[in-house]
């Protein structure tokens, strides 16, 4: 399983997760920037609360799609929000 | 290409400011008679409510100084409510605990503080008043409060060498981010430019100090380099394209694609109280006019380096300042007939004997003051 930079994620301070309605998609807002997002990571950043874990987070999303494993895709998808500093430890 | 939503509303408050900066990017004839009435409370959180329902997701409240007027509080409610990710782009010195306290309860989401240097005698040197001390304790208040801060500072010949400085500063206040932002030679500006133009020497240790601070500090802070574009050998993207990504309300009502747009002739700006956002968003004569690639003149139109939708064209307001003519390729770009304009202006900060006047933004006329 792919490491995650961060153990129990949550948005970094000053970052909201949005429903953009106009485009029809989820965006994270921070200052002066927008990132769009995909539903699959808008799921994964739904569920960034500081208190579960990556781990939660996969099993959790792999119950809601049918069990496919997902825990390498979240990680990898934590990772990359976590480097833009989107996304911190809980604990840090 | 069918017109994109606008993502970022700029909300210019007030042309008032108790800072006199000589690079401002308000008009130079800010105080002019041409001007109308100030929209109102009602009329802002209307242009808030109609960006919102066209699609922008941030808005940044600024002016000249937001906080002359005193409902900014009532403006981030509305825009807290319509869903908008505001920033408060302040002076600093208007930043007192009480209005600080009521913006943060009414949702505004973060604030950006301008510093002019971290030396405090040239800060307030550049500012043209005393407000250094004032700003440090609107950034720290800021923080206080739990907002989200930016640090901005304008770049030039005489801070340049103080990056490090700079830096060290933003990070003691507790910044997230903060904005090196290279002079842009607009308005105000563009009279001081022989003063503010710095040495490619200065540029390159600058940028060397943010790529040292970038590795030291890691995600703690960000630190953005906003490119002298007269330095570089192609246009900045200037407001990632005319009426592309931004819509800029001024305080009258206006409604322009950047700060300075209102200095080309035979544009005629709509405005909010005659129109809805999105009639002049998508009809607007003037936004139409320099959107998308159709407008571009050669060298532009045949660019070698495929640039068109990477520039947009560079700035408009650039091109006629020093051309005379909007339409005309920004000077900056090498392949510009125009460039020799840019090279020639570069040496101002070589010279021994560099110019040391500064000309104060005011709301005075200009003539004679210089």
């Known amino acids: ?92 | 290409m069918p017109t994109p939503n606008p993502l970022l509303l700029i909300a210019e408050l007030s042309y008032s400011c108790p800072l006199h900066c000589p690079y401002c990017s308000n008009p130079l004839d800010l105080g002019s008679e041409r001007r109308g009435e100030l929209l109102t409370t009602e009329e802002w959180v209307r242009v808030i409510d109609e960006s919102a329902e066209l699609g922008v997701l941030q808005l940044a409240l600024t002016g000249g100084e937001p906080l002359v007027r005193k409902d900014v509080e009532e403006l981030s409610r509305a825009s807290a409510a319509a869903g908008l990710y505001s920033t408060l782009v302040t002076a600093g010195t208007p930043f007192t605990r009480k209005r600080a306290e009521a913006l943060r309860a009414a949702g505004l989401d973060h604030v950006q503080v301008s510093i002019q240097d971290s030396d405090p005698v040239e800060s307030d040197r550049v500012a043209g008043t005393g407000a250094f001390a004032r700003k440090l304790e609107a950034a720290r208040l800021a923080r206080e409060l739990g907002f989200p801060l930016t640090i901005n500072v304008v770049l030039h010949r005489l801070n340049l060498d103080r990056v490090d400085e700079i830096i060290e500063l933003a990070r003691e206040l507790g910044a997230q981010r903060l904005e090196l932002a290279n002079t842009q030679y607009q308005g105000w500006a563009a009279l001081n430019r022989e003063t503010l133009m710095p040495t490619r020497a200065q540029l390159e240790a600058g940028e060397q100090a943010v790529a040292r601070a970038r590795e030291r500090l890691g995600r703690r802070m960000e630190i953005l380099w906003v490119l002298p574009d007269y330095f570089e050998e192609f246009p900045k993207p200037c407001m990632g394209g005319w009426a592309r990504e931004a819509i800029l309300v001024n305080p009258f009502g206006e409604v322009l694609p950047c700060q300075a747009a209102t200095t080309i002739p035979g544009l005629v700006f709509d405005n909010v109280r005659e129109r809805s956002l999105a009639d002049i968003w998508f009809e607007s004569e003037a936004l139409e006019r320099f959107r998308g690639t159709d407008w571009m003149p050669e060298p532009c139109r045949s660019c070698p380096f495929d640039r068109q939708e990477i520039d947009h064209g560079g700035c408009r307001c650039q091109a006629l300042a020093l051309t005379g003519d909007a339409s005309a390729t920004d000077p900056v770009c090498h392949l510009s007939p125009h460039h020799a304009l840019i090279v020639e202006a570069r040496q101002a900060g070589e010279l021994d004997d560099p110019a040391n006047e500064l000309v104060y933004r005011a709301l005075l006329p200009l003539a004679g003051r210089r």
Do not use: F
Request: charged share 30%.
């Open chain 1, 1 to 92: 399983m792919t490491e995650s930079a961060v153990r129990k994620p949550r948005l970094a301070t000053g970052v909201r997760l949005q429903w953009d309605r106009v485009r029809e998609r989820h965006v994270l807002l921070y200052p002066e920037g927008a990132l769009a997002l995909n539903p699959t990571a808008a799921d994964v950043l739904g569920l960034c609360d500081g208190e579960r874990t990556v781990d939660d987070i996969a099993a959790e999303l792999s119950a809601r799609y049918d069990g496919s494993p997902v825990g390498d895709d979240v990680a990898r998808l934590l990772s990359a929000i976590a480097d833009r500093g989107l996304v911190i430890d809980a604990d840090a």
